[in-house]
């Protein structure tokens, strides 16, 4: 059975129609990345939790993202390489790859983020240690007046 045109090109458009909805999901995570770094810039702690299940649920996302493409490569082995270079499924490929990117330096920038506010806090707590330890070491204390030159 040979390659016929009619075979590549609806696997080129079944291709290009996953793609366009991958390269949806990709841009609906990307907002949702941002909202994150908001979020966390802002101190908006009680909104993140949500926000952190919903990124979790977009990793499961990504997975099936990956598998929806190797089950239409599995399935159309010697089609596939042929119709993954028609313009449209590059440009896609592109784009998805280009927001992929971005996504990932969200990310690397809310990370940055919170491991700065995660030194500023436990800095934070070490002082309120420091000033307990302080306070507890002034309450134990001989509460008369102390003289520098031993003298009552």
Do not use: W
Not at 29 to 53: G, S
Not at 67 to 84: C, D, G, Q, S, Y
Not at 113 to 142: C, F, P, V, W
């Amino acid at each position: 059975m040979g390659l016929s045109y009619h075979d590549v090109n609806q696997l080129e458009r079944e291709i290009a129609t996953t793609l366009k909805v991958e390269y949806s999901f990709y841009q609906s995570l990307y907002i949702l990345i941002d909202r994150q770094r908001d979020l966390i810039k802002f101190d908006k702690d009680e909104k993140l939790l949500d926000l952190f299940a919903e990124i979790e649920r977009c990793h499961s996302r990504i997975r099936k993202s990956d598998e929806k493409i190797t089950a239409i490569k599995a399935k159309n082995p010697r089609l596939f390489p042929l119709a993954v270079t028609a313009p449209e499924v590059r440009k896609l490929t592109a784009s998805i790859a280009t927001l992929i990117k971005k996504n990932m330096a969200l990310v690397k920038e809310n990370e940055e983020y919170l491991t700065n506010r995660y030194a500023r806090i436990k800095s934070e707590l070490e002082g309120l240690r420091n000033s307990s330890q302080i306070m507890k070491y002034l309450k134990d204390g001989d509460p008369r007046p102390q003289f520098v030159d031993s003298k009552s």
